[in-house]
């Protein structure tokens, strides 16, 4: 997504195949691929896994939620289809023209035209109905490439991984949390004076304004000591939709769960297993926020603020101490649709700790939620943020298509 209007003109085939990735954030690899078109603009990509056996029911299963996911979107009319299959590509032709013809089909029965529905293998690339290959040379050398470097205006762009290291920093952190662990400050002269542990709301949104370049070991630690529970994620997340104060309400609750579970010998999150995501409960917009079910749109700058800052935070922080940090961080690139990203990350934590619960939950809301709902329920013809669009063939291919 980008937060100005961003005009690419695909003149081919080829060029819309180069726009894909750019509008996934993401380099593109096995699996299926639809640009949503409100007139002659997209501002994003819809990706599901390939299916498993290619049976005609799984590939009816899987066009109907495709075509349920497009359907939320107010002003879609037309789509562009891709498959991205790691064979070669007389193998892939033959194996996903089934999947490719269940698509094209479900889509228009449902009023909606299509623009292309294209293959690119590992060894070249073509229309499904022309079944001729083509030289993937054509996508790299699309003059797409240059066109959005040179006149896109562009967020951070998120990849699911993590800054570089610098071992010094590091070191740092790491020497800042073992003082804060015994409520004292060291100064280079040797001083020591007791350490207060600041409030953490006001902390992360001190961190947010600072901007993630100009945090140091102070303020890493300070985000590293913040971000190791299941309160405390609840509490960043809420605090990055819905504001400082709701996460003030949020972090009083987590305390008060806490000196509960102290009370009767248990841990927090034992607590919380008599609080599914699903059941109702006094703060519903958070747990209906955490499961996607519903929230507010995302402001976007400060999603890439949060994510600039957590990175650096979870680049410097102990390996013990990093998956609640990349356990949020999945959460908040899968909240503005990069669940690629989000298992990458999610992938991460679990290698440093296969048990982590919050890991696993996590990656079952993921998984079980595709995409949250504000990313599927949108305007597209309102939004002028996060939009690319295609030339003169592009509209004649729309207007072909609607008409067929």
Known sequence: MTDSPTIVKARSAADLLAMLPHLANDTLSSGIVIAPFAGKRTPSVLRHPLPRNGTTSELRSIATTLLGMISRLGGCDAVLIAVYADEEFDVALDEHSELAQVLLQRFRSAGFGVLDVLLVARDGWSQFDEGERRELSEIAESPVHIEWDQRAVTRSRHDGTLPATDPRLAAEVALTLIEATHGVRVDSFGNVTPRQAPDPVAAFESALALGAHLLGQEGIATMTRAL???????????????????????????????????????????????????DPREDDDVADLLSGRRGPRPDLARIDAAIAVLSRTAAHAPMDLRPMILCTLAWLHWSIGLGSCAARLLQMSARIDPDHEMTTIVNAITLAVMLPAWVLERD???????????????????????GR
């Open 380 to 402: 597209l013809t309102r939004e002028t943020a996060a939009s690319s669009g295609s030339g003169a063939r592009l509209n004649r291919a729309a207007r072909r298509a609607r």
């Open 228 to 278: 190791h529970s299941e309160g405390d994620f609840d509490r960043v997340l809420t605090q990055v939709f819905l504001g400082p104060e709701r996460a003030a309400e949020v972090w009083a609750r987590t305390l008060a769960r806490r000196e509960a579970a102290a009370s009767a010998n248990a841990q927090p999150i034992d607590l919380m297993r008599g609080e599914p995501w699903q």
